[in-house]
């Protein structure tokens, strides 16, 4: 079965700490992987997708197939990451399969 | 700044009333999708369509709520009868069909069932 899964579902750090959310998937195939972020009271966006190997807003992700994971990380957290974010998995249609979410917070 | 738009934004009704909410997608997108978030279940995906074609909507539950394109720039979701239980936030997002394209997500409709 295609699924998507993210462990927590509330990460709080310290601004300037490390923050890494786990995402873990399962699919049998090739996926193609998103992270989507949404913050306070704005609509849910596209932050990364694996198969652009970018670095958006200082946040990576790494797509490793030989543990399913496609983990976002971030060396230094700010304030303004506050955020839900959701892992998401594209298995070979048009649909994307969603991860429930992980809260992160950033305090001061 | 093209935008995916969603009517009404907030909805307050009482069971077993019947709710239509509405969605504008971006134009010349081809892929519409529903989804429901809810704090339990993250957001699940309750229709899809491609050029207007239903595709997948085994994430709805058929008795009560339906999904249709009339046209190209309007899809629409309708719950009757509502049931408190449906109480959530109700996304769509439209897209371009094949490969890793982005979903772009409306703003949402709260809808709440007394």
């Known amino acids: 079965a295609q699924r998507v899964t993210q462990p927590e579902k509330l990460l709080s750090v310290f601004k300037g700490a490390p923050v890494e959310l786990k995402c873990n998937y399962s699919?049998?195939?090739?996926?193609?992987l998103f992270w989507y972020v949404q913050y306070s009271r704005q609509r849910l966006q596209l932050l990364l997708r694996?198969?652009s190997r970018e670095s958006i807003k200082g946040f990576t992700a790494d797509l490793n197939k030989g543990e399913t994971s496609f983990h976002l990380k971030k060396p230094f957290a700010q304030e303004e990451d506050s955020a839900m974010y959701y892992c998401?998995?594209?298995?070979?249609?048009?649909?994307?399969?969603f991860g429930t979410g992980t809260r992160l917070q950033v305090f001061p | 700044d093209a935008r995916v738009t969603q009517t009404p934004r907030d909805k307050v009704t009482e069971m077993g009333q019947e709710v239509t909410m509405r969605c504008q997608p971006i134009?010349?997108?081809?892929?519409v999708f529903w989804y429901r978030q809810t704090m339990m279940q993250g957001l699940e995906l309750l229709a899809y369509?491609?050029?207007?074609?239903?595709?997948?909507d085994s994430g709805m539950p058929k008795d009560r709520f339906s999904a249709e394109m009339p046209d190209a720039t309007l899809a629409t979701l309708k719950i009757q009868p509502s049931e408190p239980r449906d109480s959530a936030v109700y996304f769509c997002?439209?897209?371009?069909?094949?490969?890793?394209?982005?979903?772009?997500f409306g703003p949402g409709t709260r809808l709440t069932v007394l």
């Open positions: 369509f491609r050029n207007r074609a239903p595709l997948d």
């Open positions: 997002a439209s897209g371009l069909s094949g490969g890793a394209n982005e979903q772009f």
């Open positions: 134009l010349g997108h081809n892929t």
């Open positions: 699919y049998s195939g090739s996926p193609e």
């Open positions: 998401a998995l594209i298995p070979n249609t048009d649909k994307l399969i």
């Open positions: 694996h198969i």
